[in-house]
């Protein structure tokens, strides 16, 4: 058995340089990874951000292109060599109807460039503008997805020129010639945009005159002599670069202590390089950053690794001195490590391997394969929770905020509860055996929802103040969402039980309705503890305790559909197995009070309409109707070994 | 019985709070230690002082006269400096206001007004029309390679407005037109 364990951690710790990218870059992506980036809300490391932006584009973390390229590096690339960048298919078009429009042709895996994007927007620039006519809510798929894609190409295009006012201009030798002196040794030394401010003024003076002359005298600009056409692209050339850059506000590394806002509360801003100087954030101590952030553009552009280091080792030290409250180093490190180690993944990995080696010992009854199961939950169990512990501290809120936190959570809890259940009985017995099961079989199942669950693959997102605090709101999420992994966990122990009745062994392993029994109760006291705590919060919040919205009447139904059954038990109303069949079904009344009341669309806590879930929904209600029912024929077909 | 339960939930408990701690600190050090060297070095280079410290400067005024930041930080007059540029609205607007203010509180205000004109016929031209007539504390500086305005600090759009303090650190930045409030 220690042989299997130290095969399988060797298999992990292999298969992690097996997914090692190809990064085409010289660079240490870690000094670049730790640049602490504003975004969404929040302080985080470069790393976060570029994983979420390129799943959010692209549907994954890696690009596949003709190497494949991490996040990380696909942003540095993006923000230093955009003219690469905008040729890596990052863009996912995954609905065909879309891609018809656009009239863009089959790519492998469905992605397309931003430069073939941008020219299939051209020749469909009417019906998007006819889409941004209408009100949202009249699109089409076609054009919601339209929206998004524009969205991100917008998002995209502002990343590509964060730093295009610190990037070189490379004019070509003809036009330097006849450019007027001032203006001749700044692009002889390939200046940039903000190295031109020194003669901007005189410049646009020139352009404007020489326009107005044109214009007055009605000549076309190509009977102008080579000179002034080379003042008139020049001026036009920065100022196109000022109107792009005045609206460029995503990529926000520059701590300031400058703007009006920083004044008044004494705490740094972070803003966008453009930004920085367009909203006059800009001051003597942001001009070290800035010099920093041109010879780290500088450093990538000539493969330079020692500049690369030490200007990021500089950036990322201004940055964790910065006076903010939102400035945390130590979530800022954590959030690195969480990304590279992805716990949740490894979590899952372990409850799966634990799960197929249960399996494996109840068809064969070797005693290895179940201590595997043990220690796999095990594993599970303590990865699991030191992720939870990881992202309370990173994000700084309850553990449960949002609905893919309250899935990890319930996830957690289902199978650390199992465990429990199944140390604190005598582990030899089948009874154990069922606990880790139901606790294997919910990190497996709960997990993969997770996954399905992410905001376009962002799973740590800020949220509306009303949601970040409060104690009883903290408390009641929590209490009320444990109840629901109690009730999960004794569904599927339910589902375990009404399998087990046909069987004569089934009287050996009679404890299981006691397990399923108690951990029912167990249940009930969370569910109706954590809804009266709601009422309290929603009392404070908003002046009520109770308003029958959906939300509290799903978790009022939850209560009365545990107190019906166990009532029930308590006066002999139903069979056991039809009280156990009323426990299986648990699992839909917990998936429609936990997802469904988020559809209605209604009440304070629905968080929009999803396709996708409304879906999933629907096959879980009919796949668990069609299980529950076929376990209960299953019953009376055999009801007389059950008397 | 109960002992060995709570003895067993205990262990539990234990495990997994040494493997969270554990967990916390290794992804919380990682980083640091990766850099520490690099960010040493950073902050050597940086020095202790704070970074809001400004270094000193020369200038010239319009007419050609040297000066030096340092004259005016040893007394215990606060230190206004403006960018300010011919062609710039806000500008013409906003002169006459520190002309009545640097009248109005000589003994407390010095104020230095950039202009950040390429050509300096055009700043003496703005001069002539509107502030001819401009009180002792006040000092009209030229920046036309924009070496302090832009080099130092950082300004692109005009006006801007800087309160320093007799040891040359900045207490406000004003974007835009100053305002009298700005002074009191």
Redesign the interface.
Same mark, same amino acid.
């Given at each position: 058995m220690i042989r299997f364990y130290v095969l399988f951690f060797l298999f992990l710790t292999l298969s992690f340089p097996l997914n090692a990218r190809a990064d085409n870059v010289f660079l240490d992506k870690r000094a670049f990874e730790q640049i602490p980036v504003l975004h969404e809300g929040r302080v985080k490391p470069v790393l976060s951000m570029a994983r979420g932006y390129l799943i959010r584009f692209s549907g994954r973390d890696t690009v596949q292109d003709l190497d494949s390229y991490t996040a990380q590096a696909w942003l540095a690339e993006l923000l230093f060599t955009p003219e690469q960048a905008m040729f890596r298919p990052v863009f996912r078009v995954s609905l065909p109807t879309l891609r018809e429009v656009l009239g863009l042709e089959r790519s492998s895996g469905h992605l397309y460039h931003y430069h073939e994007l941008q020219q299939a927007f051209r020749t469909q620039s009417d019906f998007l503008n006819q889409t941004l006519a209408l009100d949202s809510n009249q699109w089409s798929n076609v054009q919601k997805d339209l929206i998004d894609l524009h969205e991100n190409m917008i998002v995209f295009n502002q990343l590509m020129n964060s730093f295009s006012l610190l990037r070189p201009l490379n004019l070509s030798s003809e036009m330097i010639d006849v450019l007027p002196p001032y203006a001749q040794d700044w692009a002889r030394a390939k200046g940039n945009y903000l190295q031109s401010l020194i003669f901007a003024e005189r410049l646009r003076q020139q352009a404007t005159r020489l326009a107005e002359k044109t214009t007055k005298a009605g000549t076309d600009l190509a009977t102008l002599s080579a000179s002034d056409q080379a003042v008139l692209s020049l001026a036009f050339m920065l100022e196109e670069m000022r109107l792009h850059g005045a609206l460029n506000i995503v990529f926000r590394v520059v701590p300031s202590s400058y703007s009006r806002m920083a004044q008044e509360t004494g705490q740094s801003e972070f803003f966008a390089p453009w930004a920085l100087y367009e909203q006059g954030a800009s001051g003597p101590e942001t001009a070290p950053i800035i010099a920093e952030w041109a010879q780290i553009l500088q450093a990538y552009q000539n493969s330079d690794t020692e500049k690369w280091q030490q200007s990021l080792a500089k950036i990322r030290d201004y940055s964790i001195h910065t006076n903010s409250d939102l400035m945390r180093p130590y979530a800022l490190g954590l959030e690195w490590g969480y990304h590279h180690v992805k716990p949740m993944e490894l979590s899952f990995l372990f409850c799966l391997l634990g799960f197929l080696s249960l399996l494996i010992f109840f068809i064969s009854g070797r005693g290895d394969w179940r201590r595997v199961a043990w220690i796999s939950l095990s594993c599970a169990v303590l990865v699991h929770g030191a992720a939870l512990l990881a992202r309370v501290i990173i994000l700084y809120r309850p553990p449960i905020s949002t609905l893919y936190e309250s899935i990890i959570f319930v996830a957690w809890v289902a199978m650390a509860f199992g465990l429990l259940l199944a140390w604190l009985t005598n582990r030899q017995t089948q009874r154990a055996d069922f606990a880790v099961f139901a606790a294997l079989l919910s990190g497996v199942i709960l997990n993969l929802v997770a996954f399905t669950h992410t905001a376009h693959g962002e799973t740590m997102i800020v949220l509306a103040a009303v949601l970040n605090s409060g104690f009883w709101l903290a408390t009641h999420v929590i209490i009320i969402t444990i109840g629901y992994a109690l009730c999960l966990f004794a569904a599927v122990l339910a589902h375990v039980q009404l399998y087990q009745f046909p069987h004569p062994a089934a009287r050996k392993t009679i404890g299981l309705d006691h397990m399923v029994l108690n951990t029912t109760r167990l249940a009930l006291l969370f569910v109706i503890v954590g809804t009266i705590l709601g009422g309290i919060w929603a009392d404070q919040s908003w002046g009520r305790f109770w308003g029958w919205d959906p939300k509290e009447n799903g978790a009022l139904l939850i209560a009365l559909w545990l107190v019906w059954l166990l009532h029930a038990r308590m006066t002999n109303f139903f069979a056991d197995y039809h009280i156990m069949a009323g426990l299986a079904a648990l699992n839909i009344i917990v998936a429609l009070s936990w997802f469904g009341t988020n559809l209605l669309g209604v009440g304070l806590h629905s968080y929009g309409f999803s396709d996708k879930t409304l879906w999933s929904l629907i096959a879980t209600t009919v796949i668990e109707i069609f299980l529950i029912g076929g376990l209960l024929w299953r019953i009376q077909r055999h009801k007389r070994l059950i008397i | 019985m109960k002992q060995k339960?709570a003895l067993?939930?205990s262990f539990?408990l234990l495990?997994?709070a040494v493997?969270?701690g554990a967990?916390?600190w290794? +992804?919380? %050090?990682?980083?640091?230690r990766?850099?520490e060297k690099?960010?040493q070095?950073?902050?050597t280079?940086?020095g202790a002082s704070g %970074?809001?410290t400004?270094p000193h400067f020369s200038f010239k005024d319009l007419n050609g006269k040297s000066y030096n930041i340092s004259d005016y930080t040893h007394g215990e007059k606060q230190i206004f400096i403006n960018f300010w540029?011919s062609?710039c609205a806000p500008c013409i607007e906003e002169f006459p206001i520190m002309i009545e203010q640097a009248r109005k509180y000589p003994q407390d205000w010095i104020i230095l007004a950039f202009s950040v004109?390429?050509?300096p016929a055009e700043a003496r031209k703005f001069i002539q029309r509107f502030a001819a007539d401009w009180p002792q504390n006040m000092i009209l500086a030229a920046d036309h390679?924009?070496a302090i305005s832009?080099?130092?600090?950082?300004?692109? %759009?005009y006006p801007?407005s +800087?309160i320093l303090s007799p040891h040359m650190t900045?207490r %406000?930045?004003i974007?835009?037109m100053v305002s009298p409030a700005d002074f009191e």
């Open positions: - | 339960l067993k939930l539990l495990a997994f493997f969270a967990v916390v290794d +992804y919380t %050090r990682a980083p640091t990766q850099l690099n960010i070095t950073a902050a280079e940086q %970074r809001k400004l540029a062609w004109d390429e050509n390679d924009k832009q080099g130092i600090f950082q300004t692109i %759009r801007e +800087y900045i %406000r930045k974007v835009g």
